[in-house]
């Protein structure tokens, strides 16, 4: 696609939920990111995934969290037992090559009632 | 935690003025990149300067890098109404993984 591409746009869940945020990165892009933003606040890495290589996991806050990529391309965050502090925009990027410069998505707005 | 710190985390001018926005970071780079934010959602990639390079331009943006001081600026010529916006600086450490670490921005606000 022209961009990367976030779905849902918004998400409103009950806390004890689980929810699935996902990406579609640009075709080709070899890497791909999520990063987590709370309001006012910077970007928060949590995991990313590059190639075939194992992703590096070490952003994820807690065990309610994992993410996968699927042949190469798109990717879902999971969150379980949602909690109200995982509250926040979950923010998809990917590059072409690593050390390049990011492409990010619209991002993912979670609240947790 | 975080590389990047800007500096002010916020500032307003007037329109036609130059805006200036400072990031000092603690472990040595790879590269340093520049993204600009609208409304809280998706970043915008501005501009990437590697270590070896000291000053980029790019339009009515200039980048400069200072390693021996671990600081970059980021100036913006002429503002514009539509630069308001949150200007953040990440950066891509040469130990460890490969992943851009962001600092938490400045808030640029240009009044009309």
């Known amino acids: 696609g022209a961009g990367v591409s976030q779905s849902p746009s918004n998400k409103v869940t009950e806390k004890g939920k689980d929810v699935e945020l996902r990406c579609d990165p640009i075709?080709?892009?070899?890497?791909l990111y999520w990063y987590r933003q709370s309001l006012g606040q910077g970007l928060e890495f949590l995991i990313y995934?590059?190639?075939?290589?194992?992703?590096?996991k070490s952003g994820l806050p807690s065990d309610r969290f994992s993410a996968e990529r699927t042949g190469g391309s798109v990717s879902t965050l999971t969150i379980q037992r949602t909690q109200q502090e995982d509250s926040a925009v979950y923010l998809c990027?990917?590059?072409?090559?690593?050390?390049?410069?990011?492409?990010f998505g619209s991002g993912t707005r979670l609240t947790v009632v | 935690s975080q590389q990047g710190e800007e500096d002010p985390q916020a500032l307003s001018i007037q329109e036609g003025e130059n805006a200036t926005m400072n990031c000092s970071y603690k472990t040595s780079i790879n590269n340093l990149q520049w993204y600009r934010q609208n409304s809280g959602r998706g970043l915008v990639h501005l501009i990437l300067i590697r270590s070896n390079e000291r000053e980029k331009h790019s339009g009515r943006l200039r980048v400069t890098l200072d390693t021996s001081k671990k600081s970059s600026s980021l100036l913006i010529t002429a503002s514009r109404a539509a630069d308001t916006a949150s200007y953040f600086c990440?950066?891509?450490?040469?130990?460890?993984?490969?992943?851009?670490?962001f600092g938490q921005g400045t808030r640029l606000t240009i009044n009309p």
């Open positions: 075709s080709g892009h070899t890497a």
């Open positions: 990440a950066t891509d450490g040469i130990q460890g993984a490969q992943k851009l670490v």
């Open positions: 990027a990917s590059s072409l090559v690593i050390r390049d410069g990011y492409t």
């Open positions: 995934f590059q190639g075939n290589s194992a992703p590096d």
